[in-house]
Every structure is written in C-alpha cells, then in structure tokens.
C-alpha cells in the first residue's frame, strides 16, 4: 500500500526529495571541508533532514559518497561523449573534442574535479570499486573513439587507454590541489599532446 500523502508529497517522494538534498549537500561538503572533515551531522544540518532520515536514504558516508562520485562520472561521460558524437570523424577532431570536453567539464566546477580526482581517493578502498567502474567506463569512450584509426600503434587499445586516463587523472590532481592552478588551456593542450603522441604511429 503507498504511504500517504504530506505536504502535496507521496512517502517515496519525501524520500525521493531527501535523497537528492543530501547528494546536493555532500557535493559540496565533501569537495570542502573533503570527506573526511565532513561528518554525518553536518550533512543532515545542511540538507535540512534529521540524523534518522539520513539512514532511511544511505547506510552511511561511504555509501553518500558513492552516488555523489557516480553523479559526476555520469554526467561527465554524457558530456564527453555527446562532444565526440558531434566532432568530425577525423581522430584529430575527436581527440581535441572528448580531451578538450572532459578537462573543461570536471574543472567548470571545482567540486567536481576534488570529487572525481582527489576525495574519491582519500575515501580509501570503499570507493575503489566505483572508481574502477569509472575508468573502465572511460576507457570504453576513447577505445571507440579510435576504433577505425586504421594505422595505430602496435600495442593493445585499451592499455594504451588506461595511461591516457592515468596522466589526465594526474593533470586534473595538479589543477586542484596547486596555487595557483595551471591554466585550463594547458591541461587541454597537454593532456592533448599525450593523447595524440599514444595513439599515432
């Protein structure tokens, strides 16, 4: 039987709508002060929910963190791919599109960029499996976005790949955490570089 109706909301609604206030809350908070540094009071207080209705949408941080990172890679991967989508075919084009959209997209906001490359790191082994998820997601896009390169390097697609990943993964690291920050400009421009220098013969 459906719960009943509160304030014009259904019982999974209300759930729905607190859920949502938490991941808005956690993004925040956990991109400053960091995962660690936020506790689940704190959470509760600015989402505006009770330390009992945290539970009732998350079984504890770990768990928060994990669909606050999920939400960035999703939309993270919906943009980069959409850029790839609608460059010309020439690999060229389609590097300098899905690089260029990715640094762009994860640095637009700060928050995602010290989610996605530094607190999912420092939440220790938890997020290791999500993380994982996510790279091979990645690594998916650019092995497609190569695929009918007819003259690559002799070496396995998907390896060379996951070392794109790793030295933008490292770029994006330097952003957050240097002052002053490298110009986003010259994270495309290098992470381009790596990129065109992998998978060209």
């Known amino acids: ?11 999974e609604q209300r759930l729905a709508d607190r859920r949502e206030r938490l991941i808005t809350a956690a993004y925040t908070l956990f991109a400053n002060p960091g995962f660690h540094g936020t ?16 539970y009732e949408c ?16 999703e939309e993270t991967l919906a943009s ?26 994860v640095t637009k906001d ?20 999500a993380r994982q998820r996510s790279v091979l997601e990645f690594s998916k896009v650019i092995e497609r976005a190569v695929d009918d390169v007819q003259h690559r390097p002799p070496l396995e697609s998907h390896l060379l790949a996951l070392g ?9 690291i330097e952003w957050v955490l240097s002052d002053p920050a490298p110009p986003v400009d010259r994270l495309v421009a290098t992470a381009t570089h790596i990129f065109r220098s992998s998978f060209r013969p």
């Open 164 to 172: 794109v990943i790793g030295a933008i993964t490292e770029l994006l």
């Open 58 to 73: 998350f079984s504890g941080r770990d768990d928060l963190m994990r669909a606050v990172y999920d939400r960035c890679v």
């Open 110 to 129: 700060a928050r995602r960029a010290r989610v996605m490359h530094v607190e999912v790191r420092r939440a220790g082994d938890v997020l290791s499996g």
């Open 80 to 105: 980069v791919s959409a850029a790839i989508e609608q460059a010309p075919p020439m690999l060229d084009d389609r590097i300098v599109a899905g690089i260029g959209e990715y640094v762009r997209f």
């Open 1 to 11: 039987m459906a719960g009943r109706e509160y304030r014009g909301m259904s019982a």
């Open 39 to 54: 506790t689940i009071e704190r959470l509760c207080a600015t989402a505006r929910i009770s330390n009992r209705a945290f």
